[in-house]
């Protein structure tokens, strides 16, 4: 089946330690997002990137940082330097021709230990 | 930013009843927006989906009306089931990259 898939669906993190979430796609969609998600607030944007090796900062992209170096991957490491991270995080993708919705993965629950 | 909100963040209804949902958005260019349903520890799931030259839409047990005039939009989900109960959140874009979201409203049905 043609999806997203972010792995690992928990992940701990101890202090001072980078840690890397996977996302990869099959559905040959050319842009791919990272949002975070915390109670009560909407989706917030941390990076998105719409072609091979090109990314842009989202709106919280401070103490994240993204790779593209294939079309099907997109990872996030979320960096020491990001001292709240404990969050949900979600990966989407999207056709970009004309507007498409953004389908999602099922998000790794990220835990400070 | 963009300010996308739900007028309500709980809502109760009898299972066969029918739902509504609000959604408020605050850009007047967004031309495109999305309702999507989210389950308890996993990703946002696409409902329906609508763009600005359309005022309603209509999807299998479920409407979506834009209402430009008074940028609000609903969903509305025909004999709501258990299985409806999950948190619905709209989505807005002018871009069609950068998305809006707004908070959630959590739906519970009972039985």
């Known amino acids: 089946d043609g999806g997203i898939t972010q792995s690992p669906k928990y992940l701990f993190r101890k202090e001072g330690q980078n840690v890397t979430l996977s996302c990869e796609q099959n559905?040959?969609?050319?842009?791919m997002y990272w949002y975070r998600q915390d109670p009560g607030q909407g989706l917030r944007l941390i990076y998105y990137?719409?072609?091979?090796?090109?990314?842009q900062k989202g709106d919280i992209a401070e103490g994240y940082s993204v790779s593209r170096e294939k079309k099907e991957s997109f990872p996030l490491t979320v960096t020491s330097a990001q001292k709240n991270p404990t969050a949900f995080y979600l990966c989407?993708?999207?056709?970009?021709?004309?507007?498409?919705?953004?389908?999602f993965g099922d998000g790794t629950r990220l835990s400070i230990l | 930013g963009e300010s996308v909100g739900l007028h309500l963040p709980t809502l109760s209804v009898q299972e066969g009843d029918n739902s509504i949902i609000n959604c408020a958005y605050s850009n007047s260019a967004s031309d495109y927006f999305i309702w999507y349903k989210q389950e308890s520890g996993k990703g946002p799931q696409f409902i329906i989906d609508?763009?600005?030259?359309?005022d309603k839409r209509q999807g299998q047990r479920v409407t979506v009306l834009l209402n430009k005039t008074v940028k609000h939009l609903s969903l509305q989900i025909a004999a709501t089931q258990p299985g409806d109960s999950a948190v619905y959140f709209c989505a807005e874009t002018m871009t069609g990259n950068q998305f809006y979201f707004g908070t959630g409203t959590s739906l519970t049905v009972i039985p």
């Open positions: 609508i763009r600005s030259n359309m």
């Open positions: 990137s719409q072609i091979v090796n090109d990314f």
């Open positions: 989407a993708s999207s056709n970009l021709h004309g507007n498409q919705p953004q389908h």
């Open positions: 559905l040959n969609h050319d842009a």
